[in-house]
């Protein structure tokens, strides 16, 4: 422990932060051994909790008894999460008890278990870190990740692979927490990795089906992509700096002069990381795909907690990324047009999922904005609330599909698409919770106050206007014959006018879905009601988190509201030095300082809200929609684009796998493979070996005169040898 | 005086040689392999009295009752292969070859 003994909150529950990810993961070893015993006999047909269960006079006993377990499972998988944030929140409050100068002055609360690699003048311990920074992504990995836990007790409960599923989401919250607490890279990248393969365990859960499980693939060769930059920029800070301890890190950089290469190089690689694991251009093609996994595991995994991984990576690097404006600069591009990019695609698509899929990467891609700008507290900010709209947002329409899978199991139609939204629709009769919570969340992800997604996208689009126009560490930049500043407009831009695509995505979402007539079918049509409550309490909590997730960070602004910036308070150890050297102010200045253009810029992106969900409102007709499979009027070209979102897994699949398979069998393996290694190799050495012993052979004739000749002439060498030689 | 009889013995031992690597008779290779023999043994007599001592003619003795051993050993294995082969001519007997 060492120097830990003389913090602040030593001795305290923060000593028992080893104990975070420990739960969940023995929350995997037990439900990952239950999964594994024989399946029990289950205590007959139909469902317990009523729901759903009454009319399956019908149903084969495979799809409607209770997974093998169930009661037990349904008990460890959340309980042990459930533990887990209490656990957090007593630490929370530990933290909040102590005086916050004796906080920062002490700085992060670093834990060290074990060594790990004493290698040379390599040292990495297993350690966790504690700071402002990773405490608010513990509080949101655990919270959020109990009320989805919740969720999913009553969204797989059906499911033969019950226990798998909850081993798989400990575990998966197991190596978020390591992600989050690792005190040095190395153990960040564990919790990096661990998470990448409980999204692939997760994603092709469903394994049976082929396209599932090359879904899972695909998240984890592109990852792969990512990780290589990640580990590149691991190598090249040990080589530099001799360290990979984020404290000791943050000292050594204090010898880097702004814009130096090596920081700029170090942070692009970074970046790659990111940028796989966040699903950003050019690696976001993943995330799509994941969709293919149980609807939870969208909203924990692939929405509110891992692919915002990249975000908190970023800050955490945050002291790296001040060194390097430019980096940072490519980073708030590529967030500004990855954002852009897929709110357009997300115009188009029918699959409810897929929607909120590319509204993912979109918002994503406002947090890296933010993150590049060096206004870290602003993306910490968003991923906070994303975390709480998008998840409701993922849970809702989780309650949608499972409504509609009802419905079509109920009638044996269990082919039907459920998660299309043209068989859907006027579900805001049959399921009014769901209907009310997922429009609170629709209006904060479109920025209208006061809901939660309001504050977080006004304080990153202020931040960045802030940037542009302020002389900021941007400003002395230049880029393709532009100027740092100059490029920020352009990302500020991109922030309204993707601002304007997300409300009315979103809003198309929700008049499909809700509004309008339902197209699901003459005989579903009764069938469908509500999700039982284990669903819709977990999406209440939501509703209200979602509500007022904006108190988190009041903007000045709004300071009759309540307490103004806490969030940027409490981070402000963490991420204040670095946010303030890149805005080009002084360490410390306020961050959030009223003024009349703040309000101008906060009016501009709610009436851009507004209008986007009016626009919606007016353009739409949900009414001219068919069911999913009935003849519907033809596409536009544009149309067709959007929805194959601009053929880029089209010509990924032609310019980079196709190319990539034809180079593999034909150089790889036929060439290197077969040619080199099995030719040349294996059969060259069998053929060489055997040439040698035909040869020997040969010298072998059986006649005894030859053998008395090779005698003599070899006697007669060797005298000449030894009188001669 | 030690001179002719060195020579002497080389010339046998270089006869022997020369017949067992050109005879093909098992009997004749038999008869150059003891022409060799007794050339050593020459040798071994010649030098020994040179010097003066008699461990040379003790090693003749050993010599020559190793070659008489090895004669019998010899013939009953040439009298084997006349048995089953029908002819002692080593051309013909190459079963060994490799």
């Known amino acids: 422990m060492g120097a830990a003994s003389m913090h602040p909150l030593a001795g305290g529950p923060a000593a028992l932060i080893w104990l975070l990810p420990v739960l969940p993961l023995l929350g995997f070893l037990i439900n990952g051994a239950l999964s594994l015993l024989p399946a029990a006999r289950t205590h007959g047909r139909g469902a317990p909790e009523g729901a759903g269960g009454t009319d399956d006079i019908h149903g084969g006993p495979a799809h409607d008894a209770l997974a093998p377990y169930a009661g037990l499972v349904s008990i460890i998988g959340p309980t042990v999460i459930g533990l887990a944030f209490a656990l957090a929140a007593t630490v929370f409050a530990s933290m909040l008890a102590v005086p916050r100068a004796a906080l920062v002055a002490a700085g992060p609360y670093v834990a060290r278990y074990a060594e790990w690699m004493p290698a040379g003048d390599l040292h990495v311990d297993w350690a966790f870190q504690l700071d402002q920074l990773s405490m608010v992504m513990i509080l949101v990995i655990t919270g959020v990740g109990t009320l989805i836990h919740i969720f999913s007790i009553g969204y797989m409960r059906r499911d033969p692979g019950y226990a798998r599923y909850f081993a798989y989401l400990n575990l998966f919250v197991a190596f978020m927490l390591v992600l989050v607490l690792g005190a040095n890279y190395p153990v960040m990248f564990i919790g990096w990795e661990g998470v990448g393969l409980a999204s692939y365990l997760l994603i092709g859960f469903w394994f049976a089906e082929s396209s599932n499980a090359s879904a899972g693939r695909k998240a984890f060769i592109v990852n792969r992509v990512g990780d290589f930059g990640l580990l590149l920029a691991m190598f090249l800070l040990f080589a530099n700096f001799g360290t990979l301890d984020f404290v000791a890190l943050n000292h050594a950089y204090a010898a880097l002069a702004v814009g130096s290469s090596l920081a700029t190089l170090i942070c692009l690689f970074l970046f790659l990381g990111c940028a796989g694991k966040s699903a950003q251009i050019p690696l976001y093609i993943w995330l799509p795909d994941a969709m293919a996994g149980p609807t939870p595991v969208s909203a924990l995994i692939h929405a509110a907690t891992m692919v915002t991984a990249g975000v908190y990576l970023v800050a955490r690097s945050g002291v790296l990324f001040a060194l390097a404006p430019a980096a940072s600069l490519v980073v708030a591009l590529v967030g500004a047009i990855t954002a852009l990019f897929a709110a357009t695609v997300g115009l188009k698509q029918w699959d409810i999922k897929k929607v909120l899929a590319y509204s993912t990467i979109s918002q994503l891609g406002y947090m890296f904005m933010a993150a590049g700008v060096g206004a870290y507290t602003a993306a910490v900010f968003h991923l906070v609330t994303h975390a709480f709209f998008k998840a409701l947002l993922f849970l809702g329409a989780g309650s949608v599909i499972y409504a509609l899978h009802e419905a079509y199991h109920a009638t044996h139609r269990d082919d039907e698409d459920a998660q299309d939204m043209r068989n859907m629709g006027g579900l805001r009769r049959t399921m009014p919770v769901t209907f009310v919570l997922m429009w609170a969340a629709t209006l904060a992800i479109a920025g209208v106050p006061p809901f939660a997604g309001f504050f977080s996208k006004d304080q990153i689009l202020g931040a960045v206007f802030e940037r542009a126009s302020s002389s900021s560490a941007f400003r002395e930049l230049s880029f393709l014959g532009l100027s740092g500043s100059a490029w920020l407009y352009v990302v500020y831009a991109i922030g309204l006018i993707t601002a304007l695509l997300t409300a009315v995505y979103m809003t198309r979402m929700m008049l499909y879905t809700f509004h309008g007539a339902n197209r699901t079918g003459e005989g579903e049509r009764p069938h469908l009601r509500e999700a039982p409550w284990v669903m819709t309490a977990p999406l209440a909590v939501l509703g209200v988190l979602t509500v007022v997730g904006g108190w988190l960070n009041i903007p000045a602004i709004a300071s009759f509201a309540g307490p103004v910036g806490a969030l940027d308070r409490w981070l402000d150890p963490v991420v204040g030095a670095p946010s303030a050297s890149l805005a080009g102010a002084r360490a410390g200045a306020e961050p959030h300082a009223a003024s009349s253009p703040e309000a101008m810029l906060i009016g501009a992106a709610v009436a851009i809200a507004i209008l986007g969900i009016v626009l919606a409102v007016v353009l739409l007709k949900p009414a001219r929609l068919v069911a999913k499979d009935a003849y519907a009027a033809p596409e536009s070209g544009v149309e067709r684009t959007l929805r194959h979102a601009y053929y880029v897994d089209e010509a990924v699949d032609r310019g980079i796998a196709r190319p990539l398979m034809t180079f593999s069998r034909n150089v790889l393996w036929r060439g290197v493979d077969g040619g080199i290694i099995d030719g040349l190799f294996v059969r060259g050495s069998a053929l060489a070996a055997r040439g040698a012993g035909w040869l020997g052979s040969q010298a072998q004739s059986g006649s005894v005169g030859n053998y008395a000749w090779v005698v003599a002439v070899g006697a007669l060498v060797v005298i000449g040898v030894v009188a001669f030689g | ?98």
């Open chain 2, 1 to 98: 005086m030690i001179a002719q009889a060195l020579v002497i013995a080389a010339g046998l031992f270089v006869i022997g040689v020369v017949g067992v690597l050109t005879r093909r008779n098992a009997l004749v290779l038999f008869m150059c392999v003891e022409l060799m023999l007794n050339a050593v043994n020459l040798t071994f007599v010649a030098l020994s009295r040179l010097h003066g001592g008699t461990l040379g003619q003790a090693f003749v003795v050993f010599v020559m009752t190793v070659a008489a051993a090895e004669a019998a050993v010899g013939l009953a294995i040439v009298i084997a292969v006349f048995r089953h082969f029908g002819t002692v001519d080593l051309r013909n007997i190459s079963l060994l070859r490799g």
